[in-house]
Each structure stands twice: as structure tokens, then as C-alpha cells.
């Protein structure tokens, strides 16, 4: 599925290079500018990032529940990844107010 129309990325290429981000260091944030600096890409319209967004998380969380850490310290990242999403996340969602949505 194609998730960055802008980049013409697919959500397998965004997942693979989580995985790798996660290899290097499986506690660091990951965020949308990461992982597109990663795949030597650049946001452009941002759209897509509350995506990619839920894919970081999705992926952590499988990750992570593969691995043999804790699940306390699993649940303390992710709280602190969905807190981002919370702050930043959904209100600026596409960096638009809702009254100004067509969707
Ligand atoms: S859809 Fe990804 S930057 Fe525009």
C-alpha cells in the first residue's frame, strides 16, 4: 500500500526501515523525519505522517513483542510515543484546522 504519494513510498519500505532503525537501537523515538531521513527522503505536503506515525508504533510494538525486553519498558516507550501523537499528532493533523478539511 502506498503510504507517501509525494515520495511514492509503499508502507513495506517504511516498515523495513523502522525494522533497521530498531536494530541500531531499539529504545531510541523514531519519528516520521527519521525514518524519511533514513530512506534519504524529505517530507514535502507531511500528509502522510499521522501514517507513519501509526505504522512506527505498530511495528515497535511487534518488535519489541519478538524480542525478549520487558513489557513494563515496552509500555513506557510506547506511552511516550503515543503522548507525541496526542501533542502533536492530531492537532495539526496535515498542519490544517478541520474547517478547512475537504475530507
Ligand atoms: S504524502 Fe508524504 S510528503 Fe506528501
Wanted: glycine residues 4%; aromatic residues 4%.
Amino acid at each position: 500500500m502506498l503510504i507517501c504519494h509525494c515520495n511514492i513510498i509503499t508502507e513495506r519500505e517504511i516498515e523495513q526501515t523502522i525494522v533497521g532503525l530498531l536494530d541500531q537501537d531499539p529504545w531510541q523515538l523514531i519519528v516520521p523525519a527519521k525514518v524519511y531521513h533514513a530512506m534519504m527522503k524529505r517530507g514535502r505536503c507531511c500528509g502522510c505522517f499521522p501514517n507513519v506515525v501509526e505504522t512506527i508504533i505498530r511495528v515497535t510494538e511487534e518488535y519489541h513483542a519478538r524480542s525478549e525486553t520487558g513489557a513494563t519498558d515496552v509500555v513506557s516507550h510506547l506511552d511516550r510515543v503515543r503522548a507525541l501523537r496526542d501533542q502533536f499528532g492530531r492537532k495539526l493533523n496535515e498542519r490544517r484546522s478541520t474547517s478547512h478539511r475537504a475530507a
